[in-house]
Structures are given as structure tokens and as C-alpha cells.
């Protein structure tokens, strides 16, 4: 894990930051601005992305194409010292987890997504990619101390690389509070508290997301808190997604049969959801999409083979499992029931063996 640069590169380096600070640079500019070759460009810029000295973006001009940007000195000084209090040879031994371990309070972070999530619910393994929470003015060095042979750090869209196996995906934390969001795991390392993270699965409202929510809220469902400021009903009310918990955890008890969440809470929570809201949800590209290819075929109907209208009818069935749900909490909800419904029977939750924590 060399975090120190050679003087050839270190030459490069200066050259660049002093032409381009934190502005974004290309391929081509570089290769023009240092007056070598190709092959050296893709060399120095390759060098300066494995230190973590360098980001790689795609361009908002052209998606296909990449962008630079370089780390700055302060940054990167920062990291050198980090790994000055480390012994060489165990530098090259550090997983994501010992870095996360070691930075400590350091800078401030949370683990959030998929990999948090499944912390909590150990259901649905997680991506590859690791979301973290952090503050954008320490995104240099972020990028600076946890990129390594195996590893890249990204601040916008993931770009994935050959011989590298994991991504580091970072987020903008102010919306709340890191230290206020955040809970220390066993092993050592910071992950965003359960309730906060319900809030941030349910703000991305896709498939994948709602399953990962109700996962977590059926395996810790004793430990979740349901009061207070930090309590789930709370945290929907600020942060306006009411109507999807109050959703999520009516179908929660309507497919089980049972009263699995307390219908106080659901009553609590559908009060904080009076006016009708024009929503669909969820609003992930792949359901949209069907809902909508579904809706423009039902208003084309007269051109259809009855196939087709047998399709469409099927379709039209899944999409509407929720209608009694939908009137009450003023949302299209598109949600095919048997998403929910699958991640309680794997849970064993029909059979009254839910895992609770």
C-alpha cells in the first residue's frame, strides 16, 4: 500500500494540481498539459488512482467518458500521517473492516444501504458496493485512505475496474447529524442506527429497498424504538415518508393475518398522513416502467389479442393486490404483494417463527 509517490509522479502530480487544484481534468488535457505519451499518461494517471491520490468520475457531459480529480496535498498529508502511526508490514494486510476499525472518530462516517441492512436482518446478502455516510469535505480523504490494490472509492456512479473487488460508494451525510444517526457495532465499527435506516430504505423506494425495510423491521421489531424523537413514527413524520411506513407496516399484519405491529402505532403514524398525497410507490425504474407500459396498453385495449389483454390482466392484479391499502394512505401503491409476502415466509413469520433480536 504505497501512499507515497515517486519523484517522477510526484512531478506530475504538481504539475496537474497546479493547472487544475480540485477542478476536474481528462484523459486527453493531461496527456496534452504534460507533453508525454499515452502509454505514460495512462501509467501516471493508473498510479495516482491505486495511491487514492486521484478520483475517477463519468463525465456530465458525455456518460461514457471519465474525468479526473485530483486529491489534494492537505489530504493526502493527512492519510501519510495516518499510516506513519501503523506498522509497514501490516499496512498491507488491512481489510475495509480493520481501516474502518482503526479511523475510529477520526472522521466521521456511518455505514448505511445494503451492507448496513443486512447487519440488522442477515437476509439478503448485500452488493458488492459499500455505502458510507460521510461529510463531502472529507471526501479526499476518504478516497485517499481507504483505496488500495483491491479497492476504489467513488464519489458519484460506481465505475467498475478489472482485479478490483470492492467498491466504496460515498454519500452525503448533512442531512442529518453522523454522530446522532450512528451506532458502534461489535467489531468495531460504525453502521447508521436501525430506525434511520428504515427512513433512508423507504426515501429510495425501490423493490430491493422495501424488502430490506421489512427485514429489518420484523427481525428487530422488539429492539426498534416506536417513541420518542428518534422513534420510527417520529423520523417518518420529519422526513415526510408517513405514508410509506404506515403502508408498509399495515401490509406487514395484512398479509400475515396477525396483529404483528401494533395497530396503535399504524393508527399514531396514519394521523401524521391526513392530506391525500398523488404518490406511486414504489418508484424504482423497473416498476415504473411495467406500470406504465401496463397503463398505455390498457388505454390501447381496442388493438390488442386476447393474449395480450390476458396479460395485461395479470399484470393489472399485481399492481393493484394493495387497492384497500392505497385509498387509506392516498398513495397509488404498485408494490406486487407477493414481495412482501415472500420475505415473510422466508422468515418463517406465517408459521409463527420469526427471528427477533
Known amino acids: 500500500?504505497?501512499?507515497?509517490?515517486?519523484?517522477?509522479?510526484k512531478g506530475y502530480y504538481n504539475q496537474l494540481w497546479e493547472r487544475h487544484k480540485n477542478e476536474s481534468?481528462?484523459?486527453?488535457?493531461?496527456m496534452k498539459e504534460l507533453g508525454i505519451s499515452k502509454k505514460m499518461i495512462t501509467k501516471t494517471l493508473l498510479e495516482l488512482e491505486k495511491r487514492g491520490f486521484l478520483s475517477k468520475e463519468r463525465s456530465p457531459i458525455d456518460y461514457r467518458a471519465k474525468v479526473y480529480r485530483l486529491i489534494s496535498p492537505e489530504d493526502i498529508n493527512f492519510i501519510v500521517g495516518l499510516y506513519s502511526l501503523m506498522e509497514k508490514e501490516k499496512i498491507e494486510k488491512l481489510t475495509l473492516t480493520d481501516k474502518l476499525v482503526f479511523i475510529g472518530d477520526k472522521l466521521p462516517y456511518a455505514?448505511?444501504?445494503?451492507?448496513?441492512a443486512y447487519h440488522y436482518h442477515n437476509y439478503l446478502n448485500?452488493?458488492?458496493?459499500?455505502?458510507?455516510?460521510?461529510?463531502?469535505?472529507?471526501?479526499?480523504?476518504?478516497?485517499?485512505?481507504l483505496t488500495d490494490e483491491k479497492t476504489r472509492v467513488f464519489l458519484g456512479d460506481v465505475i467498475e475496474t478489472r482485479k478490483i473487488s470492492n467498491y466504496i460508494k460515498l454519500l452525503d451525510g448533512s442531512r442529518r447529524a453522523i454522530d446522532y444517526i450512528r451506532t458502534l457495532t461489535k467489531e468495531g465499527y460504525y453502521i447508521e442506527k436501525p430506525e434511520f435506516l428504515i427512513i433512508e430504505l423507504l426515501e429510495r423506494q425501490t423493490q430491493t429497498s422495501i424488502i430490506e425495510a421489512v427485514a429489518i423491521i420484523l427481525t428487530n421489531k422488539t429492539s426498534l424504538l416506536w417513541s420518542g424523537p428518534t422513534g420510527l413514527p417520529h423520523l417518518a413524520k420529519s422526513w415526510g415518508v408517513s405514508r410509506r411506513l404506515g403502508f408498509l407496516l399495515d401490509a406487514i399484519n395484512l398479509?400475515?393475518?396477525?396483529?404483528?405491529?401494533?395497530?396503535?402505532i399504524i393508527e399514531l403514524i396514519k394521523k401524521d398522513a391526513k392530506e391525500k398525497a398523488d404518490e406511486i410507490f414504489p418508484r424504482d425504474e423497473v416498476s415504473l416502467a411495467k406500470f406504465r407500459d401496463m397503463r398505455n396498453k390498457i388505454?390501447?385495449?381496442?388493438?390488442?389479442?386476447?393474449?395480450?389483454?390476458?396479460?395485461?390482466?395479470k399484470l393489472k392484479l399485481q399492481f393493484e393486490g394493495y387497492k384497500m391499502l392505497s385509498e387509506k394512505w392516498g398513495m397509488q401503491i404498485i408494490l406486487p404483494r407477493l414481495v412482501i409476502h415472500?420475505?415473510?415466509?422466508?422468515?418463517?413469520?406465517?408459521?409463527?417463527?420469526?427471528?427477533?433480536r
Open 25 to 30: 481534468f481528462t484523459f486527453q488535457t493531461a
Open 255 to 264: 398479509e400475515t393475518r396477525k396483529k404483528i405491529i401494533n395497530p396503535r
Open 126 to 145: 448485500p452488493p458488492k458496493t459499500v455505502e458510507m455516510k460521510i461529510h463531502l469535505g472529507d471526501a479526499g480523504k476518504w478516497i485517499a485512505f
Open 342 to 356: 415472500k420475505v415473510l415466509e422466508d422468515l418463517g413469520v406465517k408459521f409463527g417463527n420469526t427471528r427477533s
Open 111 to 116: 455505514i448505511t444501504g445494503s451492507h448496513a
Open 299 to 313: 388505454a390501447h385495449g381496442v388493438l390488442l389479442t386476447e393474449k395480450e389483454r390476458a396479460e395485461i390482466g
Open 1 to 9: 500500500m504505497a501512499k507515497e509517490m515517486p519523484e517522477w509522479l
